[in-house]
């Protein structure tokens, strides 16, 4: 089992950038596959981007080539460099690891994105 703790979410302006970060703990971070979910007022929590234990990347076609997910697996953390913003982008950010069948989210870092 894990825990998992996002910080980063904030007040920028469109246009600007942001950094997520998501420490993970209790068990070995490099076996899981990590992800960011994101959940606006009103809407379906979707995914954002995912990076596999083996390094692939896939992202939501709305974020292609302004977010980039990474991981450290010698610090425990996932991040979510998001360039670009728009106000679409505001959400609140949630964190995801998964193995088999076995998921467990982080609270969340909200994100708001406006002038």
């Known amino acids: 089992q894990v825990q998992l703790v996002e910080s980063g979410g904030g007040l920028v302006q469109p246009g600007g950038s942001l950094r997520l970060s998501c420490e993970v703990s209790?068990?070995?971070?490099?076996?899981?596959?990590m992800a960011w979910y994101r959940q606006a007022p009103g809407k379906q929590r979707e995914l954002v981007a995912q990076i596999t234990r083996g390094g692939r990347r896939n992202y939501l076609d709305s974020v292609e080539g302004r977010f980039t997910i990474s991981r450290d697996n010698a610090k425990n953390t996932v991040y979510l460099q998001m360039n670009s913003l728009k106000p679409e982008d505001t959400a609140d950010y949630y964190c995801n690891a998964g193995r088999g069948g076995y998921t467990q989210w982080g609270r969340g870092t909200q994100v708001t994105v406006s002038s």
């Open positions: 209790g068990n070995i971070f490099s076996i899981y596959d």
